[in-house]
């Protein structure tokens, strides 16, 4: 079965800081990864996939099949991404993501 | 623009009592999902519906049941309520099943 995993439940790092979001999975087949994000009082949404290879909000993540990772990398944190961060897989064609436990990024002023 | 709207927001219940959870979404989505999340266990899939009439576990169905009730409305059912049930749920939708999730607002149900 597949699995992911973010070793990382806490992060915190200061304004301006590089900021890295550990995200590991195992999985036989050709995975589909996204990172989804939580702000304080807001519904979970996405902040980006790997096939779009879109940089969003000055995130970028970029999937290593090698070391089966999906690293989520800002250059200089924002206060306003403090906020809880899931990776997913997306088994293909199955239909159900499988999560991570999540990591509560704080960047501090 | 509502998105996926999910009814209560929050609920408290007693032991062995029963509640039905609403979702709705106004995107033509085909494939729906019921998540709970546990503070350190992140989101566990609960059931989901790929499309309109389909509806298939997930990796933690017991003690619910769902209901597919047209293509816009997924319903999850506690029979019997129990503490071990107290966590929120989300509501998710997706264009199919290869899509991303949007997710509702979330239901914050408590098990005394």
């Known amino acids: 079965a597949q699995r992911v995993t973010q070793p990382e439940k806490l992060l915190s790092v200061f304004k301006g800081a590089p900021v890295e979001l550990k995200c590991n999975y195992s999985?036989?087949?050709?995975?589909?990864l996204f990172w989804y994000v939580q702000y304080s009082r807001q519904r979970l949404q996405l902040l980006l996939r790997?096939?779009s290879r879109e940089s969003i909000k000055g995130f970028t993540a970029d999937l290593n099949k090698g070391e089966t990772s999906f690293h989520l990398k800002k250059p200089f944190a924002q206060e306003e991404d403090s906020a809880m961060y899931y990776c997913a897989l997306l088994k293909s064609g199955a239909g159900k993501s499988t999560f991570g436990d999540g990591t509560t990024l704080t960047v501090k002023p | 623009n509502a998105g996926v709207t999910q009814t209560p927001k929050f609920q408290v219940l007693k032991t062995g009592q029963s509640m039905t959870l609403q979702c709705a979404q106004d995107m033509n989505h085909n494939s729906m999902y019921w998540y709970r999340q546990d503070p350190g266990m992140g989101l566990r899939l609960i059931y989901y519906?790929?499309?309109?009439?389909?509806?298939d576990k997930g990796e933690v169905p017991n003690g619910y049941n769902v209901s597919r009730l047209n293509k816009r409305e997924f319903s999850l059912r506690l029979e019997s309520a129990a503490p071990s049930q107290t966590s929120v749920y989300f509501c998710?939708?997706?264009?199919?099943?290869?899509?991303?999730?949007?997710f509702g607002s979330g239901t914050q149900l408590s098990v005394l």
């Open positions: 790997h096939i």
């Open positions: 999985y036989s087949g050709s995975p589909e």
């Open positions: 519906s790929a499309s309109e009439g389909t509806t």
């Open positions: 998710a939708s997706s264009k199919d099943e290869k899509e991303k999730l949007f």
